[in-house]
């Protein structure tokens, strides 16, 4: 893998890993001694590979995995140690709002491939990826509980639009682990393999959407969001806003023109 050309320090350099493969992006979160804690190191390696994704149309879905043995243990409490509750507060607004934000208006679809652990604001950049994949051996832990908080980093928020009010609640009081296969059950994940063939099935799922016509995949990204928070009517006019770029691409003009022939389309993303 190489490393994120965008940040300066070593550290930066190393907390994020930054991989292209043919269409699709591989990001890594690489902070292996600390369980991939979130710093400011890692934040700021997130927000600059997804803005590399964000300026190469050449890349057409991302991968967001962990090196180590897990996929990413929470906020790094070196981060909070000291600080008064307003500095807190402005941190999370300023800092974790800004990396959601990133997720979300990303026009490609992001997979998270976890392993292991994804615990509190973990669970929040799992969550914040459209779609994942989790090895047998992983599970979910929204851990705030455990240590006199609650979620924070837009982890409620994804959790209950995930799985409703009371089993959002549920799971976020008790601080426990939530296996792979309770994950699925949940809707929290859509699929779970072996961890030998964790990676390979993200990349497959990958390449498989990055065929698909990506500023399609894109306004269906923006249209379902929208959907979540917007009643019917806004919604019906967000969406005939969006398609007026679909309509005036090559790919819905080679959409047509394959069905009108009986054959595969062949998107390029544009």
């Not at 509750?85 to 800092?95: F, L, R």
């Not at 832990?141 to 609640?169: C, E, H, K, M, T």
């Not at 309509?247 to 003009?253: E, L």
Request: proline fraction near 3%; aromatic fraction near 8%; charge should be negative.
């Amino acid at each position: 893998m190489t490393e994120n050309k965008k940040s300066s320090s070593p550290a930066k350099q190393t907390a994020v890993l930054f991989e292209q493969e043919g269409s699709i992006a591989i990001i890594t979160l690489n902070r292996t001694a600390r369980y991939n804690a979130v710093n400011d190191d890692l934040i700021d390696g997130l927000n600059a590979a997804l803005d590399q994704v964000r300026d190469d149309d050449n890349i057409r879905a991302v991968i967001l995995t962990g090196n180590g043995k897990g996929f990413c243990a929470g906020a790094d409490m070196n981060v909070f140690d000291e600080i008064t509750p307003e500095e807190g507060q402005a941190y999370i607004i300023a800092t974790y709002g800004g990396l959601m934000r990133n997720f979300l208006t990303l026009r490609k679809p992001i997979i998270g491939a976890i392993h292991g652990s994804a615990a509190g604001v973990g669970c929040a950049i799992a969550l914040a990826c459209d779609l994942r994949v989790m090895a047998e051996n992983s599970n979910f832990r929204y851990a705030f509980i455990n240590i006199g908080l609650g979620p924070d980093g837009g982890a409620g928020w994804f959790l209950a639009r995930q799985v409703g009010y009371s089993r959002a609640l549920q799971i976020a009081i008790e601080g426990e682990k939530i296996p792979a296969q309770r994950c699925l059950e949940l809707g929290l994940t859509n699929k779970v393999v072996p961890i030998d063939n964790l990676l390979s099935s993200a990349k497959n799922w990958a390449h498989q959407l990055a065929e698909k016509p990506t500023l399609a995949v894109g306004i269906t990204k923006m249209d379902l969001n929208h959907a979540m928070v917007h009643n019917l009517y806004d919604n019906i006019a967000f969406e005939a806003t969006e398609q007026m770029a679909a309509f005036a691409s090559h790919d819905f003009k080679e959409g047509v023109q394959a069905f009108l022939e009986r054959r595969k389309a062949k998107f390029i993303g544009k």
